[in-house]
């Protein structure tokens, strides 16, 4: 089920915004954004990804446009990531994405992995009529 365009599958906070402008800055010049997704694996069962993103999206991609760096969200990954807010954290012992997933049911102790269970877009076309 395609899910309408007015649902943005995820936000990014400033600090994430400018992190991936300077991840795509910093790359080579086929690079445009990154790509986020995610794959089974880990303790809990599921692992957020992100990578580097080449060339422009898929007919099926949702992309959060930053003007100059782009947000590919990988297709099979939309339910579990709807409503999430990426962020960019930097602390003492580690630095990088985090992810304020609504759908994330528990997380294993190392925080690596994650249990996630899918939205229900029904729940939000309601919400949002």
Do not use: H
Request: charged share 25%.
């Amino acid at each position: 089920m395609a899910l309408p365009r007015r649902f943005q599958v995820i936000r990014l906070t400033d600090a994430a915004a400018e992190r991936v402008r300077e991840i795509v800055r910093n790359a080579g010049s086929e690079t445009t954004g990154i790509r986020v997704g995610v794959k089974n694996g880990g303790c809990a069962g599921m692992e957020y990804t992100v990578g580097l993103a080449d060339g422009a999206a898929s007919a099926a991609d949702d992309v959060v446009d930053l003007g100059d760096a782009k947000v590919f969200i990988d297709p099979a990954a939309t339910l579990f990531l709807l409503g999430t807010e990426m962020d960019y954290e930097t602390t003492k012992l580690r630095a990088g994405f985090v992810f304020n997933n609504p759908n994330q049911t528990s997380a294993c102790g190392c925080g690596e992995s994650v249990t996630l269970k899918a939205a229900d877009p029904s729940a939000l076309e309601r919400t949002q009529a």
